[in-house]
């Protein structure tokens, strides 16, 4: 009924930049808050930053002042802005997004994660 579709994700070297994008399409009614995860091989799944429907964001230290969160509400998108990219950057990136659906009862809030995208970050 819903995907979210991530792109840009790759190999860039040591302080280069990134764009990584998330569509989401399907039976949309609204969409609240959208969030960007990452989860390095052998690490537990972080929150990097997470942007509300109206703009208010916030970010994990340690990508503050480096990743800037963005979204398109027309789009139904969400955007994570990467520069100054570090190898401890290195992981899979997943879109999160909680999507209103309309139901049988009114409308219903439900957690969807995109597929995730690789970044690597190295020489």
């Known amino acids: 009924q819903v995907q979210l579709v991530e792109s840009g994700g790759g190999l860039v070297e040591p302080g280069g930049s990134l764009r990584l994008s998330c569509a989401a399409s399907?039976?949309?009614?609204?969409?609240?808050?959208m969030a960007w995860y990452r989860q390095a091989p052998g690490k537990q799944r972080e929150l990097v930053a997470a942007i509300t429907s109206g703009g208010s964001t916030n970010y994990v230290d340690s990508v503050k002042g480096r990743f800037t969160i963005s979204r398109d509400n027309a789009k139904n998108t969400v955007y994570l802005q990467m520069n100054s990219l570090k190898p401890e950057d290195t992981a899979v990136y997943l879109c999160?997004?909680?999507?209103?659906?309309?139901?049988?009862?009114?409308?219903?809030?439900?957690?969807?994660w995109g597929q995730g995208t690789q970044v690597t970050v190295s020489s």
């Open positions: 999160n997004a909680r999507i209103i659906m309309r139901s049988s009862t009114g409308l219903r809030e439900y957690d969807y």
């Open positions: 399907g039976s949309i009614f609204s969409i609240g808050a």
